[in-house]
């Protein structure tokens, strides 16, 4: 039941990513996708091309029948790959997403900086795990309240913090960066590359 609610966050997420930043063409980037639900749902509502990126072969399986199943698959193209070692050019999606995946990363830091590297100067990039600003109450309230029940150890909860979340961007050397919250909790980091950002050769990126 809890995995069925779970499912119910995506469009919801999706379509508040697109109001907010209106990225509807281009690359986009669901890193650490798992079945590839977010961006799956991406696809449905833009033009864009989604790559469903997992490093875990069982997850690219299930993304790739996911994506067929929605009718997206012509859209979407499925690939095991660690979030620390992209095989993707400097500056190559437009949109770059990761719900839930953030805190399971071995190199956070490693992770986010590569992450940065192949976002494209103008891009963004949003990295977290909330529910979004629209979900309805009868899907958030039960979500919610599994979420207080739960019993974290003391290194999850500092992990999941806003002050972690900031060091490892620190870390990664990101300074053009928001971070977003839900109910007065940091869930979001928005990532961002400048026009003017020069660490990086873009002379071979798509506009």
């Known amino acids: 039941m809890a995995e069925n609610l779970l499912m119910k966050i995506y469009p ?3 379509k508040q990513i697109i109001n907010d930043y209106e990225i509807k063409r281009g690359i986009c980037l669901d890193i650490g996708t798992g079945p590839g639900y977010l961006g799956i749902e991406l696809a449905k509502i833009t033009d864009l091309k989604v790559y469903l990126v997992d490093i ?3 997850a690219v399986k299930k993304s790739k029948k996911n994506a067929k199943k929605a009718g997206v698959k012509k859209q979407t193209v499925s690939r095991q790959m660690n979030v620390e070692d992209m095989k993707f050019t400097d ?8 719900r839930g995946s953030f805190w399971f990363w071995d190199n956070k830091a490693k992770g986010l900086k590569e992450i940065h590297r192949v976002l494209k100067p103008g891009g963004i990039a949003l990295i977290g795990g909330g529910l979004g600003r629209n979900l309805p109450k009868k899907y958030r309230k039960p979500l919610v309240e599994k979420r207080r029940n739960r019993k974290d150890d003391e290194n ?3 992990v999941r913090s806003k002050e972690f979340m900031e060091k490892k961007i620190n870390e990664a050397g990101i300074d ?4 977003i919250y839900e109910n007065d909790v940091c869930r979001w980091a928005e990532i961002k590359k400048s ?3 020069n660490e990086y050769d873009c002379s071979n990126s798509r506009k």
């Open 56 to 58: 875990d072969p069982e």
């Open 176 to 179: 053009s960066y928001n971070l």
């Open 91 to 98: 500056c190559f999606a437009h949109l770059i997403v990761s």
């Open 156 to 158: 999850w909860v500092k």
């Open 12 to 14: 919801y997420i999706a």
């Open 195 to 197: 026009k003017g950002d």
